[in-house]
């Protein structure tokens, strides 16, 4: 019998290096999650688990670390390249820039006018090129595209226009064009870890982070930043990411039922966190625990990041993805 032993990186668990993905002949599969069992990440991957199962008929095991139990998303991806200590993860395209510049480009600030244009964008599958890159480079494969969230500004002051954002410490994902987008409004951009956030914030090292609501909630960011600017800033991509040396190993059908579930998974993703959005925020903000602050000067900070975007996608040769973008009508 093949054995193929999953080892763990310096934040796996030590129990994690001794499994190997076929244990007495079943293949065991390793996911990741940054969250719990309720949030859209985590559910998505035990629906993936469930789809898998059913299309490929045959006993498999999921092992699913929650909770950050092996590091953030980060860490997730560069274990996926590496092909060892996890499988299968959601990871945002801004941790994919260090195998592929243009990764980032795939749920960049602004790139969307709407949910509507959002799905049209994944409908017509326009990001594949940069897919493509990030399979052939990093040796991780996007087998289906989740996320819908809408991104707003958490913060603890009161943000309602441009003058308001001038000056403003945010934190940002590491990601090179969220940064300069930031600046580019007149921010003061500062990358830090995910988990790291509400202390920077409660510590006055920031002022405050950008999220969807499903992330506010579960990392309780209204507790240090209460007052939610309302800049619908991005609409997130969130792929859902398979370790293709993991991939090349599995018989063909399991690889062939690992792909069909993979976008299955993604759009109940897709589903579950575009539409849990303003009910998530209307219960924070029913329970006092923030409060949605209408911002009024959108349209002039997406003229301020134009250019920036606009230069940022002909550096990575992505202006043709951007320009079908921009031509379509939702």
């Known amino acids: 019998m093949n054995r193929r032993a999953l080892l763990g990186g310096a934040l796996a668990a030590p129990a994690l290096l001794s499994i190997p993905v076929r244990a007495q002949g079943v293949i065991t599969l390793n996911g990741a999650s940054q969250f719990g069992d309720d949030h859209p990440y985590t559910r998505t991957m035990v629906k993936f688990e469930e789809l898998v199962k059913q299309y490929w008929g045959k006993p498999v095991n999921f092992v699913l670390h929650k909770n950050s139990s092996l590091g953030l998303e980060k860490q997730y991806f560069e274990y996926m390249a590496q092909g060892r200590a996890v499988d299968f993860a959601i990871v945002s395209p801004a941790h994919m820039s260090t195998f592929s510049k243009a990764a980032p480009f795939v749920d960049a600030p602004f790139i969307f006018r709407d949910l509507a244009h959002w799905n049209q964008v994944l409908d017509q599958d326009l990001f594949k090129p940069v897919a493509d890159e990030v399979e ?185 993805i951007l320009n079908k973008i921009n031509a379509l009508t939702s």
């Open 136 to 320: 052939k480079r990093a040796r991780v494969a996007m087998i289906g595209y989740g996320g819908g969230g809408t991104r707003n500004i958490f913060a603890n002051k009161k943000l309602t226009n441009l003058a308001d954002m001038r000056g403003l410490k945010v934190r940002v994902q590491g990601a090179p064009i969220w940064s300069r987008t930031f600046a580019a409004v007149g921010m003061s951009p500062t990358v830090i870890a995910y988990n790291e956030i509400y202390n920077a914030i409660q510590n006055n090292v920031i002022d405050a982070g950008e999220n969807e609501a499903a992330g506010v909630e579960q990392m309780r960011f209204y507790e240090v930043a209460p007052d939610l600017s309302m800049t619908q800033h991005a609409i997130t991509i969130r792929p859902l990411c398979f370790s293709v040396a993991t991939l090349a190993k599995l018989p063909n059908d399991l690889q062939a039922a690992i792909r069909r579930a993979g976008k299955e998974a993604s759009i109940f993703h897709r589903q579950a966190e575009s539409g849990a959005d303003s009910q998530i925020l209307e219960t924070l903000e029913k329970g006092a625990k923030l409060r949605r602050i209408e911002f009024t000067q959108r349209a002039e900070m997406k003229k301020l990041v134009d250019p920036v975007m606009a230069a940022y996608a002909k550096e990575i040769d992505a202006e043709a």
